[in-house]
């Protein structure tokens, strides 16, 4: 009932802010970043909001005549805090766009304001399959955990890796990865010895490993939200499961291009699965990274840097192709079915689902030129999110 009645209320808000919305304010596009800037995941507001500031430098500020104006609210991962700006957001500053969303339970938590102001909401962070089920006006420039699992769930027994445990964060993309890993990997005559969880919030790794070195798998599958990598890695090497033959594989959040050069050559050899690696091989991604380190003070990007980066071109692209007219109903119907060369390679959204369809390698930690980076080996291409499969 409480419910009903703010998003009543919310909709009269907002309806009431349209007819009292100025020529001033028409000269301007507002894009709501909600990101968190602080706490766990601040390592993804970072990337994110750096991304964002590239493309606009490189692209302008100005698109079909309006004033592009980008306003950041930290939410520290917090999914009450997230809610409240974006109605704040929607409400008081009369944006165009919703964007950012760097955990799960954050992009739902605004799912129901996207849907109830008509604002199209860009996830250019979290990964749970069904976000975009959560409001017709979410459109995904990230990726989805599914995406990524499976590829390594058929990479993995093909490899002598057969008897697996799966240890994974305790949130939504954790919950798909260990699904659609497993289900996979049986599926590929594969085992799986356990599968664990950890908890999200101060996470403690250490007695998880430690259970997991007892079972002695042929591989730990790990998958922990970016910047959590190096903890697992740290303490997977202070354990000995390398020297003990348990070789650790995960989705590329375990060697997140971040803080994979803090993390030693123990992480040398480690084969992930995901969509975007900062030493892709492509002149539109070695352009991207040039770019980005050189705004960035060496800074090099990750996944989410790529999300936030792909997530401003599809929200450009929609201005230009509406115009600088129309609202929200104008802009997400320009979104969908967008095909274009990202960084990570070719991508585009699918115009059904409003999720993201792009290629899955599997990489490998190596040293070059210096420095540890994530090499790509394989490639499945055109990877639809396995979790909206009929």
Excluded: C
Aim: net charge positive; proline share 5%; glycine share 10%.
């Amino acid at each position: 009932m409480h419910k009903r009645i703010f998003l009543n209320t919310l909709a009269v808000a907002v309806l009431g802010a349209g007819v009292a919305t100025g020529a001033l304010a028409q000269d301007k596009f507002k894009i709501g970043l909600i990101l968190p800037m602080s706490g766990q995941q601040a390592s993804t507001g970072r990337q994110i909001e750096a991304a964002v500031r590239l493309f606009m430098a490189q692209n302008g500020d100005t698109v079909a005549g309006k004033k592009v104006e980008v306003i950041i609210k930290d939410d520290a991962a917090t999914p009450d805090v997230s809610r409240r700006f974006a109605q704040e957001l929607v409400v008081n500053e009369k944006v165009n766009v919703l964007a950012g969303f760097g955990v799960t339970p954050a992009a739902l938590a605004a799912a129901p304001i996207a849907t109830q102001s008509k604002t199209p909401l860009v996830v250019m962070a979290a990964a749970t399959s069904s976000i975009t089920e959560a409001s017709p006006y979410i459109v995904r420039t990230s990726f989805t955990l599914p995406q990524a699992s499976v590829a390594l769930a058929d990479w993995a027994p093909k490899n002598g890796l057969k008897k697996v445990v799966t240890l994974v964060s305790d949130y939504g993309p954790g919950i798909d990865a260990e699904k659609f890993f497993k289900d996979r990997l049986l599926f590929n005559g594969g085992q799986i010895a356990d599968s664990l969880r950890v908890p999200l919030r101060n996470p403690d790794f250490a007695p998880f490993l430690q259970k997991v070195r007892d079972i002695k798998p042929d591989a730990l599958f790990v998958f922990v939200p970016s910047g959590a990598g190096a903890a697992v890695m740290k303490q997977f090497l202070e354990r000995g499961m390398d020297k003990a033959g348990i070789k650790l594989i995960g989705t590329g959040d375990v060697t997140d291009d971040d803080q994979l050069n803090d993390m030693g050559d123990g992480a040398l050899g480690v084969v992930t699965s995901h969509h975007y690696s900062a030493y892709h091989p492509s002149a539109t991604n070695k352009k991207f990274v040039d770019a980005f380190q050189k705004a960035n003070k060496g800074m090099r990007p990750n996944f989410m840097a790529v999300g936030g980066y792909d997530g401003m071109r599809v929200i450009y692209e929609a201005l230009k192709a509406t115009k600088g007219q129309g609202g929200g109903d104008a802009l997400l119907a320009a979104m969908k079915g967008q095909i274009f060369e990202s960084p990570r390679g070719p991508m585009f959204i699918d115009a059904q689902t409003r999720d993201v369809v792009h290629n899955i390698y599997l990489r490998k930690v190596e040293r070059k030129d210096g420095q540890l980076h994530n090499v790509e080996f394989d490639v499945i291409k055109d990877v639809k999110d396995p979790g909206k499969a009929k």
